[in-house]
């Protein structure tokens, strides 16, 4: 990325609950078809033998591989070592599998402690939602909560787990709303250092580089 950015309005997609062999490789026909890349928080033991290459088209689609846990439990009642042992496990599984190592975790569903925080040296990613995990709300629906709600530095929040049928049909949508409104698409790595900003901050849940 060589242009400068800084006067760019930028936006990260990211996608959580993969990876898996029916939601996962149509969410990456859809960033493929508009040339745009995303940020993917993956469970742990959803890494195989069979996901590998769903996950190696991520990278070389130029998208970026992060970590969601290992079980993606409530993990704000766990001890200090059985939340290192899901951030290790992960970590060590992506590793291991594609050769990148993770930069950010996403609490799985958002569930946060202080002994948490205090025991992964990864930064803490949220995002805005569209309440996409719910499969009563439609296409057109989750669309619009993405582009009624989009701001300049933005993460959203969506989930490509298997069967999200709805977050699959929206997506071309979302992504053409967002292009239209002038927003480059990155990934959560590149959202930080385009904006300038560190995101190792302990005790913080990020859901804009502004925050
Ligand atoms: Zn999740």
Redesign the pocket.
């Known amino acids: 990325m060589n242009e400068n950015y800084s006067d760019k309005k930028l936006v990260a997609l990211t996608f959580?609950?993969g990876p898996n062999l029916d939601t996962t490789p149509k969410v990456l026909d859809i960033l493929e078809e508009y040339g745009v890349v995303a940020t993917f928080?993956l469970?742990g033991k959803f890494i195989n033998e069979d996901t590998k290459a769903v996950m190696a088209r991520q990278l070389e689609l130029g998208c970026e591989i992060s970590n969601?846990s290992w079980n993606?439990n409530f993990m704000n009642e766990y001890t200090a070592r059985e939340i290192q042992d899901e951030i290790t496990k992960t970590n060590d599984k992506i590793i291991e599998t594609v050769g990148v190592t993770p930069r950010f975790f996403?609490p799985?569903?958002i569930s946060l402690s202080d002994t948490m925080y205090e025991s992964i040296d990864l930064p803490f990613i949220c995002g805005i939602n569209c309440l996409d995990?719910d499969n009563t709300v439609s296409a057109e629906r989750r669309t619009q909560l993405v582009l009624d709600n989009i701001k300049d530095g933005d993460i959203v929040l969506l989930?490509d787990?298997s069967g999200n049928k709805n977050t699959v049909d929206a997506l071309g949508d979302i992504i053409s709303g967002l292009l239209d409104d002038g927003y480059t698409l990155v990934t959560v790595s590149q959202l930080f250092e385009l904006k300038g900003v560190d995101p190792n901050v302990k005790y913080k849940l990020w859901s804009n580089t502004g925050d």
């Open positions: 959580d609950d928080f469970i969601h993606h996403r799985p569903y995990w989930h787990l």
